[in-house]
Nanobody
Framework: QVRLVESGGGLVQAGGSLRLSCAAS????????MGWYRQAPGKQREFVAT???????NYADSVKGRFTISRDNAKNTVYLEMTSLQPEDTAVYYC??????????????WGQGTQVTVSS
């Protein structure tokens, strides 16, 4: 059984910073792409950023230049460094990962989410 657990959310004032972490555990032979998504109240879940196993990154236009995604493959952990936070960044942030669980089998797993609230 594979679990992804996020941490690092909280309440911050506009212009502030937060660092989210997401650690994967369980029977893991490898993890391909890992990513962050967010869902604001009353809205659909949206893409924030992804990072490949080799470190290639992609960002939503709304966070480019403010957020940085990184990973530690040895720890099966992905991070999201968020700076210059704005009230519109308020959401539940979810991580996911494409996990190699056994020979020839890859599954996508999601974390339970962590709340980020940015006050104006």
């Amino acid at each position: 059984q594979v679990r992804l657990v996020e941490s690092g959310g909280g309440l911050v004032q506009a212009g502030g910073s937060l660092r989210l972490s997401c650690a994967a555990s369980g029977v893991i032979f490898g993890i391909n792409t890992m990513g962050w998504y967010r869902q604001a109240p009353g809205k659909q879940r949206e893409f924030v950023a992804t990072i490949s196993s080799r470190g290639s990154t992609n960002y939503a236009d709304s966070v480019k230049g403010r957020f940085t995604i990184s990973r530690d493959n040895a720890k099966n952990t992905v991070y999201l460094e968020m700076t210059s936070l704005q009230p519109e960044d308020t959401a539940v942030y979810y991580c996911n990962g494409d996990v190699h669980v056994r020979l020839g089998v890859w599954n996508t797993y999601w974390g339970q989410g962590t709340q980020v609230t940015v006050s104006s």
